[in-house]
Structure formats: C-alpha cells, structure tokens
C-alpha cells in the first residue's frame, strides 16, 4: 500500500466512525446538536444509494438521521421502499420528521409539515427574515393565524 492509499483508508474509516458515532448518538442529541455535527450526518441520495430505507432504523427518537438536499436533518419515523419512491424527504413527510435548529445561523426556509411542527426557539428563515418560534407545537408560517415569532432581523444580519 502507498502513503497516499493508507492515508486515504484511514481518513475513510474515520469517517464511517463518526457517521456510526454520530447515528448512536442522535436519539440524545436536539436538533440544534445534530445541526452542529451535520458534516457527520449522510446525504440523503448517497445513503439511500448505500441502503434502502426498508433496511434502515425507524424511529420518532431513535430513527436513522441524514440530510435531505435541501440541507434539512431529518429522522426515519417509517420505513418504506426508497428504490419505488426516491423522492427527498420534503416530498414524503410521513416518513421523515425534521429537526430544527434554535440557533438562528443554522435557520432554513420556513416549511409547513404537520408532521414536523416547530416548537418555542426553532428557527427558519421566511420572507427574507430569520424568525425565532414563541410557541410550541405548530407549523404556520411567521406572520399567520397568530402564532407568536420573533423577527431575529434580516437573513443578511443575522447570517453576517
């Protein structure tokens, strides 16, 4: 083996190590902590490349963890066949739960999933602002039916 071959082998296997950590961990970890470690945290396509989601861990705390495309940690809460429906998890939010963040620099845009609701200190961006959740257990957008958000200031403030 070269010193190239051998230091690339390591380097994988660090990284499996951490993805495996990381899965083992997640049922303890917020949502905020699983965006922090998200360099750990697979791809959506490239996991579903390695496995079908029928041979993944299913569940609300324990589910496998992964990132959809769109950059959303999400939890398995239901297997199903990910070769006959390949669509990312925004698509089939019944078998996904999304996590949020409550730290405002890791928001992404506001989405409404009845099976993901926001509670108090999630974040999302919306309307070219980041908003900081007031209330627990909901899922309308900033502004709408009376559901208490902060306006944090405008993605660019926030984001620096």
């Not at 899965?23 to 303890?28: F, H, L, V």
């Not at 009845?114 to 309307?127: H, V």
Request: glycine share 8%; proline share 5%.
């Amino acid at each position: 083996m070269t010193n190239k071959e051998i230091v690339l082998t390591a380097m994988f296997e660090f990284g499996r190590q951490s993805a495996q950590n990381l899965q083992a961990a997640a049922a303890d970890m917020t949502g905020t902590e699983l965006y922090a470690a998200e360099g750990s945290i697979p791809d959506f396509q490239a996991a579903k490349a390695a496995k079908n989601m029928l041979q993944r861990k299913a569940g609300e705390k324990d589910g496998f963890v992964c990132r959809s495309s769109a950059g959303r940690v999400v939890r398995l809460i239901q297997v199903y066949d990910s070769d006959t429906y390949p669509e990312e998890p925004e698509n089939l939010p019944a078998q996904w739960r999304f996590v949020w963040s409550t730290d405002p620099k890791k928001a992404l845009p506001f989405i409404e999933l009845t099976t993901s609701p926001y509670a108090t200190g999630d974040c999302c961006t919306y309307d070219g602002h980041v908003w900081r959740s007031g209330q627990d257990t909901h899922t309308w957008a900033p502004g709408s039916v009376g559901v208490k958000w902060d306006d944090l200031g405008t993605i660019e403030e926030v984001m620096g």
